[in-house]
């Protein structure tokens, strides 16, 4: 029975975060209601609060559940062999903004960010930042990949490389959330000019 309502719990917690997906995209973040929510995933108002403090919280675990997808999609990059760092960098960062729109709007990742810098000592903040961090961690891994395969110097500190490029690409995201106007293929454009400057 244990394991029973352990499903039930985690389909409930499912069809509200793709409820609020849906709402949150039709309706935009601000304007969608809790109770909306609510109908569209077939629970009470009372069940949403059981798994969700706030409707900010909501919109962390949507974000969280993004960050998880690429990350799983991004371990098979670790694997392969690579032409140039230049390119395996792009590869690994085009799984992270091809995906980047499966679950959130521009609007849905600005407020997310927003959140996140504007109450810096909270949960949804150490939430944000530790996903941050897992993404820093996979690009890490692809530097000391390359490395291994002779596409980037051996004294370089893989730790420090790595964030400086995680910090290149999620500034190019940041900008990319921020224009309406700029597609996926700008944004695959300045990535692919920037990481040729980063490891010429």
């Known amino acids: 029975m244990a394991g029973l309502r352990e499903k039930q719990k985690a389909s ?10 849906l709402l949150f995209k039709q309706h935009g973040y601000e304007a969608a209601k809790i109770g909306e929510i609510a109908e569209r995933a077939e629970v009470s108002v009372g069940t ?3 798994y969700f403090p706030s409707k900010a919280d909501l919109l962390l675990a949507i974000v969280s559940l ?18 140039s760092a230049p390119e395996a960098i792009c590869r690994l960062a085009s799984i992270y903004y091809d995906h980047s729109l499966v679950y959130l709007t521009k609007e849905m990742w600005r407020t997310a960010m927003a959140l ?16 941050d961090s897992e993404l820093v961690k996979q690009v ?6 390359l490395q291994a395969q002779s596409l980037l110097r051996a004294e370089i500190d893989p730790a420090a490389f790595g964030e400086v490029l995680f910090m290149s690409l999620n500034g ?6 921020m224009s309406e106007d700029m597609t996926l293929e ?15």
């Open 12 to 21: 409930r917690k499912r069809a509200l975060v793709e409820a609020a997906s």
């Open 48 to 50: 949403f609060y059981n």
């Open 66 to 83: 993004e960050v998880e997808e690429v990350l799983h999609q991004g371990e098979a990059v670790l694997g392969w062999s690579h032409d």
């Open 116 to 131: 996140a810098i504007q109450h810096p000592e909270t949960p949804f903040s150490d939430r944000y930042r530790m996903l």
């Open 140 to 145: 890490t891994k692809l530097v000391e990949v």
């Open 172 to 177: 190019l995201f940041t900008t990319y959330t």
């Open 186 to 200: 700008d944004l695959n454009q300045s990535l692919s000019t920037h990481m040729r400057a980063v490891c010429g």
